[in-house]
């Protein structure tokens, strides 16, 4: 059974999560006829235009990076109110749920699944991209065990919408390094902070810090000691607990500075536990390669002088943390922070009064009307600097822009847009009854022309000045400027056109038949006779129908006009000396 279509291209087939800012589902690509997911935006997310324009400069960054560790993000898409992501099909796990069901695991597969984020985060930190919002809610386990990390890059755009910030503050303050909550910005060291946080997560089933709140969460991590994994399972070896503690350091100078560096370290911790190796702390490559039995003490064997280096440091590290902070130090951070401010201010004086840049949004396919209200919160202008004939695109709409869709452009510049002008081809509209300046305007207005050679024939039916011929037809398809050629009526000759006698009462009749109708319309009959005009009849008929009416009129002719839906037909011309069926 198919499901809702968006962009005439993606089948929406299920529901997979539903989060603060994305609703995410499966769907088929019926172009490209392959599974993806489509991460669409929920209210009111949806209509924020700023917010879509970061989102896609987002994933612009990161377009160009292939790993297997990394899910690809490949456009960014609206459709009827609906904005989305388009992905990769990724069918798994959430590691989330993950460790909520199994946890804790193994040293082998906790160390195997960091390994995997490592190479993922290194991949992004070589093309200088940070991920931002490393945790267990972005990362999908396979079903064969491979992790993969997911909306690289994505954090950059909430800072564009009004809500989205605090909307995923609660699922990203558990893995939020020290210095991003004192108002520092995500880095590679930040990513490195998560994975050791993700890592203690695996080998204990439980935050290494947790309060109820977000905001105090992230206080811990500025605050609180980072713990010990072997606090909650002594198995798990002395290397691997410090591997954490430092992935997890306060500082960033203690921790690793990147995501290779930590890889590093995990591999050796791997290949140990795979060959049955000893490890002491700091790690070093083996000198040693004769195996020996996992479970000898390979893991908590270190020197005596590393051992007491590493508790000597922790010491004065504690001390440090927990007692008063020296004056100089208090004096070189206020100096510090005047130097900022004033660093700060002089930014804001310089470019508090210049229009930002702004991405241009994709206006193909809009309606003029449509791409205006698109691109009003952007403070852009539109301008149509050309209009091209199309047999399949209606009028109005746009098909070509610059700059493109993704382009930069200063608040206050101009998108220059070519416009459909619509088919080439155009239905010749029925002219009789019309004068010529009624015929001129609405020729006009759908690009025809009214020849100006305009013939007249007399008539005792049609009005003096009326159209009564067209050629070519009505309801013929022609090209644009065609010239339609028309004859009017010049009325009655001779004395065969009488005023008539205003004081003489006479009876008219007249018969019509409604057979160029396929539809009921609203038909009106107006009478002009020699004291003026008046409405003789108004009601709805039917294709096929015969009417005859009878009215009393002054002067020997009377001359009755018929409208269909307000819109004029024809009229017939009557006299009163013509002889007259008896009326009943």
């Known amino acids: 059974m198919s499901g809702p279509l968006l962009a005439d291209r993606y089948e929406v087939l299920q529901k997979l999560i539903e989060g603060p800012i994305f609703t995410i589902w499966s769907a088929r690509d019926r172009i490209t006829v392959k599974d993806v997911s489509l991460r669409i935006l929920n209210p009111p997310y949806n209509l924020e235009v700023p917010f879509h324009n970061a989102l896609q400069a987002a994933i612009g960054d990161v377009q160009t990076i292939k790993h297997p560790a990394i899910e690809r993000i490949t456009s960014f898409e609206t459709d009827d109110g609906k904005a989305f992501l388009v992905g990769e099909a990724v069918r798994g796990m959430s590691l989330t749920e993950r460790i909520r069901k199994l946890a804790p695991f193994s040293v082998p597969v906790a160390v195997g699944t960091a390994i995997t984020l ?56 558990p893995y939020l390094a020290p210095e991003i909550s004192t108002g520092q910005l995500p880095s590679a060291s930040s990513d490195v902070y998560a994975v050791g946080v993700i890592l203690f997560q695996l080998l204990t089933g439980q935050y290494p810090f947790f309060a109820e709140q977000p905001v105090a969460m992230a206080l811990k991590h500025v ?52 060959f049955g190796r000893s490890l002491a702390w700091p790690l070093s490559a083996p000198l040693n390669t004769e195996p020996s ?46 130097i900022v401010v004033m660093m700060v201010g002089t930014w804001i004086v310089q470019n508090l009064g210049k229009p930002k840049d702004v991405l241009v949004p994709d206006l193909n396919r809009l309606t003029i009307s449509n791409a205006e209200q698109a691109i009003k919160a952007l403070k852009l202008k539109l301008k149509v600097k050309a209009q091209e004939l199309n047999e399949t695109v209606p009028a109005d709409v746009i098909l070509d822009m ?31 009854g019309m004068n010529g300046d009624e015929a001129k305007i609405l020729l006009e207005s759908l690009g025809l022309k009214l020849d100006d050679r305009i013939a007249q024939q007399p008539s005792r039916d049609v009005e003096e000045g009326m159209i009564m011929k067209q050629v070519p037809e009505p309801r013929t398809r022609v090209e644009r400027r065609t010239s339609i050629r028309a004859t009017t009526s010049s009325g009655r000759r001779g004395p065969d056109k009488p005023v008539g006698d ?30 003026g005009t008046k409405s003789i009849s108004e009601e709805l008929r039917q294709p096929g129908d015969i009417v005859e009416l009878t009215a009393e009129g002054y002067g020997d002719q009377a001359i009755f006009k018929i409208y269909y839906d307000g819109e004029p037909i024809t009229q017939i011309v009557k006299s009163a000396k013509e002889p007259e069926e008896e009326q009943p």
Request: with cysteine; hydrophobic share 40%; glycine share 6%.
């Open 118 to 173: 490592c190479e993922a985060l290194a991949s992004l930190h070589r093309a200088g991209v940070v991920h931002g919002d490393v945790g267990t809610h972005n990362v999908t386990v396979l079903p064969e065990g491979t992790a993969i990390l997911q909306q690289s890059s994505v954090w950059t755009a909430y800072s564009s919408s009004k809500s989205a910030g605090p909307a995923v503050l609660p699922f990203m303050a």
């Open 223 to 274: 605050n609180d000691r980072v713990p010990s994994v072997r606090a909650a399972n002594q198995a798990i070896p002395v290397a691997l607990d410090e591997v954490i503690r430092k992935a997890m350091a306060k500082s960033r100078e203690d921790r690793y500075e990147s995501a290779v560096e930590l890889l590093s370290d995990l591999r050796m911790i791997q290949d140990a536990i795979r």
């Open 293 to 338: 039995s996992i479970d000898e003490s390979m893991f908590e064997q270190e020197s005596v002088m590393a051992t007491e280096k590493k508790a000597a440091k922790r010491d004065k590290r504690d001390d440090y943390l927990e007692g008063e902070v020296p004056g100089w130090v208090k004096g070189v951070f206020v100096f510090l922070l005047a």
């Open 402 to 432: 610059d700059p493109t869709p993704g382009e930069k452009l200063r608040e206050g510049g101009t998108i220059y847009v070519t416009v459909s002008a619509g088919s080439k081809f155009v239905e010749v509209p029925d002219l009789r």
């Open 502 to 531: 205003s004081s003489q009462k006479y009876l008219y009749t007249i018969r019509i038949e409604l057979s160029d109708i396929t539809e009921e319309v609203l038909m009106r009959v107006d009478m002009t006779d020699s004291r």
